[in-house]
DNA sequence: GATGAATGAGATTTCATTCAT
DNA sequence: CATGAATGAAATCTCATTCAT
């Protein structure tokens, strides 16, 4: 697959959007920064004086999904509704963004092992921060009475999101179902799953 | 993380469990044929001598773990016992046997797209066919009656599968539950998950 | 070793005071002009504005100190003393201005070398008449009668100025001698070798 | 200045003397790995195949000179003579060996700071081993009565490898000066300036 | 006067693969 | 069967300098 040379944005928003594409269609590894900068329009002294590095680059967008994931996790799980329907909606929501922002997402799936060793385990802290968050919701539903208990909290939630990761290995804006009727698929077999 | 040098076997297998070892640890695009031979106890000429190149090794690991995988479920698929029966020890064994050969299991869940030009598209036929043949048991089930027919089949198993895949992510040996353990809570979601 | 943003002067000074500071401590070759206008507290532009390039810098540096030198030695060799009193004096006196303005006489003892091919040869002229001077202090001596005749000359004068440019290489401010200790130390060895 | 391509011995040797020469004439920092293995004759491929890095041949230059500069002072320092005629065996030598050397000695006298972190202070220890060992004989002079005690021996030696190193900054084959008459002089001038 | 984004050439290093022995 | 020296292409990154503002 080609792209077109990108042509609008500053230069450290079309870096970013380059690295998107090519790390999500190649992988962080198979990506020369060479091709970076050709996908930018600039040249590679301009992406040092923006980016320290290329893992720089995957870091910022590995780091801007998840804070917006997050964020929205946020918002979700704190609202005033029955948990079984707080825990549907943020279920629905990170599929739904995750299809929306589809380069992103595969990057984001793919290559927390790309990562430079610093940025590592701040980046997975930061997600294990998520996941807890997520988890949580699973056990205010046990303790309610209305999600299972007999398998612990942690697995489904593991169970779940590797079902969210593995779109990036088949989804494709091609085909017939939506980013909200994926979303709402994946959100009913959490929900049928987990019925008490 | 450092590995012992590898004394027991014949050259090849020597290289392939090398490879292995490596490639699940740190990915193949990070493993350098050197490092790979200095694990086996072999040197390059001999790593050549037997395997036409990396990439050749990679699709050996991928290969096996898959035909077997393939071969189990075929046995499981196609017994006497009901459907609901049949994938629920499918989808066990399916874990079961990740766990139990997990350096192979990280490889194979990490590196499709690793796979040399050639291999990739042997290897993604061979994959389909082993989706399909349990998607064909999950329609199997909704034609019986006894599974919900409102989310596509194809669906349902992208869903399981990749929360298998995502074992690679979050499974240790040091953890407290046992493979079979893992695999009947993986089976038993999927099979409530399921239920019509 | 890291220093301090410089804030005194104008811009051309901290440039000229950075420059030597890094010079002197990590050699011409190793700063990076973006170091010396961040200790300088200024920006690329500026300097580029001052100074026609890196080399320039250098050269600004490494002619001052010739300079001063120059200047010092034809007042200490021109006086009515005794001959032996004036190389004493001299020798003394490069000495304690060499420790005393420390940073910049690194910079001189260590990058000759490095100085860009127009300069270097009006530098290494500049630098042959220092020489040449200080030689004939020795010569005059030795037709005096009161200094040594069986070594060259040349080679004596070689034999002191490694000695001082040695200094560079283990004097430390925190050591327990002051810089006229070490001076009146080779200015005495100095004239002891050369003793009839 | 342009050198004859390299054609006799082993590849490594090749590959020391290119480096040698390189970095005595233009200093370690200017002298690009292109250029050690054009001299050299080989690839960059085989360079790195026999030394980890450009700085691993600096340390193998200067380490391998310092190693033979200091066990010959071992063998002059511990003979049966008297004490000033062992020194001024020892100093002789060292100039002898230094010219002898010249290229190596260059790179020797002028790259210490050019060293790894890691080589660096391993060399330094070495080195210090070298300038105590000196030391020591001064100091043994002194104790005897034959050599002045009025300017602390570390200092003479320092004032007398000055002078050695400096050797680099303006010997030329060429001239009229054999190594050993040099070698001469300056061990006359050391003596000279240490007796008591 | 001063900025700092951008360039472009070149630096060191890596590595899968080949091949004479 | 097996070695390991050597290649050559490509990778990431650095940096003095320029120039539009």
Known sequence: MTFKLLRMGTVPERLIEAATRLFADKG?????????????????GAMYH????????????????????????DRFASGPAPVADRLHAAALDVVVTSVENFDQAKVYFRSADQLAESQRLAMRAERRRYHERFRSLVEEGQAAG???TDV????????????????????????????????????DLLLSSLRA
Do not use: C, N
Request: hydrophobic share 40%; net charge neutral; no cysteine.
């Open 50 to 73: 923006y980016f320290g590095s290329k893992d720089d680059l995957l870091h910022e967008i590995y780091g801007s999904l998840l804070r917006m994931q997050t964020e929205r996790l």
């Open 28 to 44: 962080f590894d198979r990506v020369a920064v060479q091709e970076i900068v050709d996908l930018a329009g600039v040249t590679k």
């Open 146 to 148: 209305v999600f299972r």
């Open 152 to 187: 612990p909290a942690d697995l489904t939630v593991h169970y779940f999101f590797g079902a969210v990761h593995h779109l990036g290995a088949w989804y494709h804006a091609s085909g017939t179902l939506s980013a909200k009727q994926i979303g709402r698929h994946y959100a």
